[in-house]
């Protein structure tokens, strides 16, 4: 059983920048692609960005260019490197696998303060 561990969020002025970590528990988890999602308030859960097994990368559109996802799978940990923050950016943030495959973790709060 995988477990994922999200840390690294907190309150932010808009244009500062957060590095998100996810550690997973099982190597398992970086046999697949590797994403990070985020819920916004009232929103559903939506993809940001992912990592393939070869590296390449992806991004929604509204991040482009800000955010940097990254993996270290001697470390099992992947991480979320967010600049320019916006206060849309405001929302739980979980990693998981691409497609969703393990139970999700708690999650990190990121919050952008105007």
């Known amino acids: 059983q995988v477990q994922l561990v999200e840390s690294g969020g907190g309150l932010v002025q808009a244009g500062g920048s957060l590095r998100l970590s996810c550690a997973a528990s099982?190597?398992?988890?970086?046999?697949?692609?590797t994403g990070w999602y985020r819920q916004l308030p009232g929103k559903q859960r939506e993809l940001v960005a992912s990592?393939?097994?070869?590296?390449?990368?992806d991004y929604t559109d509204s991040v482009k260019g800000r955010f940097t996802i990254s993996r270290d799978s001697a470390k099992n940990t992947v991480y979320l490197q967010m600049s320019s923050l916006k206060p849309e950016d405001t929302a739980v943030y979980y990693c998981?696998?691409?497609?969703?495959?393990?139970?999700w973790g708690q999650g990190t709060q990121v919050t952008v303060s105007s």
């Open positions: 998981n696998s691409r497609p969703v495959l393990f139970s």
């Open positions: 990592i393939s097994l070869g590296g390449t990368t």
């Open positions: 099982g190597r398992i988890f970086f046999i697949n692609p």
